[in-house]
Nanobody, 122 residues
Framework: QVQLVESGGGSVQAGGSLRLSCAASVYTGSRYSMAWFRQAPGKEREGVAS???????SYADSVKGRFTVSKDNAKNTLYLQMNSLKPEDTAMYYCAARLGGSSWRAFDYIHWGQGTQVTVSS
């Protein structure tokens, strides 16, 4: 069982930056694709960024050029660097993992963290 623990959320003003971390309980480098999702109140959970077990990264159009996903396999940790934050980025951010290739569909992921709240004020 993979356990995921997110950290790094908080409250920032628009234009600010945050870096989210997701620590995994097992080595994920060779088998798992990982992703960041977010969910705002009253909205569906949406994919933000992913990093495939095969290497490529991908981003939602709404965060391209502002967010960067990366992974440190030696530390079993996934990161999301968020710059130029906007109020519409306000949401609970979740880390997720799945065996094999990455996906934008939340139901394809069976391992989830508890989430970390990001609040961006205008």
């Amino acid at each position: 069982q993979v356990q995921l623990v997110e950290s790094g959320g908080g409250s920032v003003q628009a234009g600010g930056s945050l870096r989210l971390s997701c620590a995994a309980s097992v080595y994920t480098g060779s088998r798992y694709s990982m992703a960041w999702f977010r969910q705002a109140p009253g909205k569906e959970r949406e994919g933000v960024a992913s990093i495939s077990v095969y290497g490529p990264t991908s981003y939602a159009d709404s965060v391209k050029g502002r967010f960067t996903v990366s992974k440190d396999n030696a530390k079993n940790t996934l990161y999301l660097q968020m710059n130029s934050l906007k109020p519409e980025d306000t949401a609970m951010y979740y880390c997720a993992a799945r065996l094999g290739g990455s996906s934008w569909r939340a139901f394809d992921y069976i391992h989830w963290g508890q989430g970390t709240q990001v609040t961006v004020s205008s």
